[in-house]
């Protein structure tokens, strides 16, 4: 017998073989449990998440001549001609190539004659997307009121350019990507069953490049079989499928840590040398990153969906890292990439942004810069007021005319007591008065104050913090006085220049 590829000979043959789609073969078997099947579905979603494989299974199940739990037998003749491609009750169109409008004339016409074996006869379109839009026209009133015995399952990656009206007359069933967990315990399932040796990096490794696919990960298994005569290990995966080897992700993330611009340029150079996309690395290495935020936001290396020796290394680094700078570089190279892929020359522009990674400085936290900027004025102990007593006079006896004489009329005054607003604007202004004589104090004797060192000292570390993050405002700032008046911080400009 002649060789079979593994996506082909590990094809599942039952709803429950369908890896990561449960929601949709739990839907199918219960309706033809309970015959409930309807006359056409849709399949959409991602490459290689089994919509070709649940169509024919669903083929199968409802044409079964012995079936099974809603399952198909598997044994039966109508089965052996399905799974061999030779049954006359289930055809499968390619809809890139029978697009046309006469296509689907062809169609409408066969689908008047019954089955020859089973209860339906089945029409598996396949990339349904591609059919023109006078082909889909022509279909609509077949696909509305279809014959009792035909069943119409379309697969379609792009479900978006399939017409609102064809839509509205299907079952639609979204397919997920498959889980990255999933994909590697069927992957090494294969492995023990086909007497692989392989280790469990380069299982995850498999499965992360298959990007949800199970189709492309079980191609790239077979092409990584047929390259290697012995034990498969991930740098033998690396290798063959051209992939940049984490490794130097954890390398240069360690050099911008220890601002080792040495060994950034000389790993750069090694990923040049074996011919790999610098673009690409700047892919990974932005999800790189995204793992380090991850373990390190969430405290929880069991996370990410990697080997156990993958977590613990990246356990270790994020105990590092800080996550502002992290946020911080990945923005600053998500910006970068459009113009790393339409360069020419990436690697340019790819070195002085990590040479600018190496010189990010610790951020500062606002609240931090918030509280140093509060400079609390000391309070100091004030004196007792003295109380209010009369002033002392001479009691003498005067004759009562120089009284009458000496004596002015007196101002209406009010009677009523004063204001409590008037005691708290008195205590104020002498609040103010004592405050005014310290500072002139410290004027007079030509020392600086302690809140006007404290200030000098604060203003000098912003200029520094300014300069190292926001090169563009270093200009600015001679052009800026500071002072302190009143409690507050007042930063001016001394010349209209600089406005």
């Known amino acids: 017998m002649s060789h079979q590829v593994i996506s082909r000979k590990w094809r599942p043959d039952l709803f429950e073989g369908v890896i990561g789609q449960t929601h949709i073969t739990r839907t199918l078997s219960n309706a033809i449990h309970q015959g409930r099947l309807g006359h056409a579905y ?3 979603g ?38 061999e491609g030779r049954s006359l009750d289930v055809q499968e169109i390619d809809g890139g190539s029978n697009r046309g409008i006469e296509d689907i004339r062809s169609l409408r016409e066969a689908v008047k004659y019954a089955p020859t074996r089973g209860k339906y006869k089945v029409y598996i379109i396949d990339e349904f997307h591609q059919i023109t839009v006078q082909a889909f026209n022509a279909l609509l009133k077949t696909l509305e009121e279809p014959p009792s015995h035909v069943l119409f399952i379309f697969a379609t990656t792009e479900l978006t350019k399939v017409p609102a009206t064809i839509l509205s007359r299907c079952q639609r069933f979204e397919f997920r990507r498959i889980p990255l967990n999933d994909v590697y315990q069927h992957l090494e399932k294969i492995c023990e069953s086909e007497g692989i040796d392989i280790s469990q990096e380069a299982l995850q490794l498999l499965a992360r490049k298959g990007e949800g696919s199970m189709r492309d990960s079980q191609s790239f298994l077979e092409q990584v079989i047929s390259y290697s005569d012995g034990e498969i290990n991930y740098e033998l995966v690396a290798d063959i499928l051209g992939i940049i080897n984490e490794a130097s992700y954890f390398t240069v993330f360690e050099a911008i840590l220890n601002k080792n611009l040495r060994q950034i340029i000389h790993t750069l150079d090694d990923i040049m040398s074996y011919g790999y996309d610098l673009t690409e690395f700047a892919l990974g290495f932005t999800q790189f990153l995204r793992d380090i935020y991850l373990v390190t936001a969430s405290e929880d290396p069991n996370i990410l969906e990697t080997s156990d020796t993958n977590r613990e290394l990246y356990q270790a680094i994020s105990q590092k890292a800080d996550q502002r700078k992290l946020v911080q570089m990945m923005a600053m190279l998500t910006r970068e990439l459009p113009l790393l892929s339409k360069t020419s020359n990436p690697r340019l522009i790819l070195e002085s942004l990590l040479i600018r990674f190496v010189q990010l400085e610790d951020l500062v936290d606002l609240d931090t810069l918030i509280q140093k900027t509060q400079i609390s004025v000391p309070v100091q102990n004030k004196p007792p007021l003295a109380p209010a007593t009369a002033p002392k006079t001479n009691h003498q006896i005067v004759p009562s005319s120089t009284i009458e004489k000496k004596s002015s009329p007196k101002p209406k005054t009010d009677s009523a007591p004063r204001p409590m607003s008037s005691y708290k604007n008195a205590s104020v202004k002498r609040e103010e008065q004592i405050l005014e004589s310290r500072a002139q104090e410290s004027d007079s004797s030509g020392k600086p104050s302690s809140l006007d060192a404290n200030l000098d000292e604060l203003w000098n570390e912003i200029s520094v913090a300014i300069a190292k993050n926001s090169p563009r405002l270093t200009g600015a700032l001679p052009g800026l006085q500071v002072e302190l008046a009143e409690r507050k911080i007042k930063i001016m400009v001394k010349s209209s220049l600089h406005a």
């Open 46 to 83: 991602p490459r290689g998440t089994g919509k070709t494989t649940t169509a024919r299974i669903l083929a199968k199940s409802v044409n079964c001549l012995q079936p099974i739990d809603s399952n198909p037998c598997n044994q039966c003749i109508s089965c052996m001609e399905i799974t």
């Open 42 to 44: 849709i399949f959409s």
